[in-house]
């Protein structure tokens, strides 16, 4: 028997899922956003990404969240003179973390608003089925 009501709550928590994800790559990314290399002329911490597919759920009838993969943005590396740096190189270059700040900050806060929508999905559907419910109880 199909239920719409467990249906939008397997669908908003693929999405609460994906979205957590979506969340610790961020923060791994400010985590790491200053993390050089070990040894002089050495690649620093290469910056995460994840992308998101449709997974067809055929007993459930939906399409639910998935992860398609998490890989590496291979923008290049930003370049700093810092001769005094352990990780520069013969001509005193320092190779950074291509981490942007503003844009791991709005993929956070988009990150965190449709978590947020997720979450809300799945307390309304609560809701509706306790009212089902108390209804039921009360003719």
């Not at 957590?20 to 790491?32: D, G, P, T, W, Y």
């Amino acid at each position: 028997m199909f239920d719409p009501l467990a249906s939008v709550s397997r669908i908003a928590g693929s999405g609460l899922q994906a979205q957590a994800k979506r969340l610790q790559i961020v923060s791994e990314n400010l985590a790491n956003s200053q993390s050089t290399g070990a040894t002089p002329g050495s690649d620093p911490f290469r910056r995460k990404t994840i992308s998101f597919r449709g997974e067809m759920d055929r007993a459930l009838g939906a399409e639910l969240v998935g992860i398609r993969n998490v890989g590496t943005d291979r923008s290049p590396f930003r370049i700093e003179h810092d001769p005094s740096h352990p990780a520069a190189d013969a001509n005193g270059n320092v190779k950074l973390p291509n981490v942007n700040m503003l844009t791991e900050m709005a993929d956070l806060r988009e990150a965190n608003r449709s978590y947020e929508a997720n979450l809300q999905m799945i307390k309304r559907a609560r809701s509706m089925v306790n009212a089902t419910l108390d209804l039921l109880r009360s003719s």
